[in-house]
């Protein structure tokens, strides 16, 4: 099982630094158990060059069998888990500016399994988005990525969304069917005020272009529904990725589709350390539901990655 997962988790991040991360153990334990896998199986599975990590053809087709089958052998550990311990409680749960229907699907599919844990569901504002966490007021919040702060664990994460860009109708901007990156120049970003991390508050509202033209900075807001008021008040543009746009459609706001950014996502984020039944149980009910949206898009409710993470965040 563990070589297994090894190797899920390495098709995953194509990088074995990263994988031995994940999984908490060195780079040389992440070669030895594929190794060991590709010796049970007798073929080579990942390719590993000085430039690259990627799979073999065999290593694809295996990888395609085996994500499900790993899926569904969680869920059996994870309600026999669930019975054996009689998982209750109250789960305390953050979101940023809007609770989404990727995270509401999890919530959903988390009570059936579970019915005997309550869940109270927080806002958290753009101006603090890891503070909750750390002051104890959430067991877990569900944030834009990137989060590069030493005392959170980052995962699982939801998929990765384009990003839209909110302006008053009257803007400039507002009457054209999509923007590049380099259109954001000519005018100022609406961005969260502190004490939000500098870089994060950067990728929501980047201070230059991909050509390193000068982006304005806009007014500094503490939450989604200051920015988007200022926006509508033609003070700023407000940098939004697609969903949390469909769900905040206005009259007194435009959105239009810009293209040319690194994309956005968000994670579940909690305190390193802080290892409990209850966030283990969520974390994993998070990445089947998405492993579900992702094997049939239009039928499923999307939510995050799939399982190769799962006994990483329980560990």
Known sequence: MRELECFLVLAEELHFGRTAERLYVSQSRVSQLLRSLESRIGARLVERTSRRVALTPLGSRFLERLRPAYGLLGEAVDEARAAARCVAGRLRLGFLGSASHLMTAALGLFHARHPRVETDIVEITMADPFGPLRRGEVDAAVVLLPVAEPDLVVGPCFEEQPWTLAVSPRHPLAGRGTLDAEDLADCPLIAAAPP??????????????????????????????????????????????????????????????????????????????????????????????????????????PSAKPPPSRRAMST
Do not use: K
């Not at 050509?211 to 200051?226: D, F, I, M, S």
């Not at 469909?246 to 390193?272: N, Q």
């Open 196 to 301: 939000a991390p500098g870089y994060w508050r950067d990728h929501q509202a980047p201070p230059r272009t991909p050509e390193g033209r000068t982006v304005a900075r806009g007014p500094a807001v503490a939450t989604l529904q200051e920015g988007l008021a200022n926006a509508a008040a033609g003070r700023g543009a407000m940098l939004l990725c697609r969903p949390t746009a469909e769900a905040h459609a206005r009259a007194d706001i435009v959105f239009v589709p810009v293209t040319g950014l690194p994309p956005s996502e968000l994670a579940m984020v909690r305190l390193r350390g802080s290892n409990s039944a209850l966030l283990d149980a969520f974390a994993r009910t998070v990445e089947s539901s998405v492993h579900s949206f992702r094997a049939h898009p239009f039928t499923a409710a």
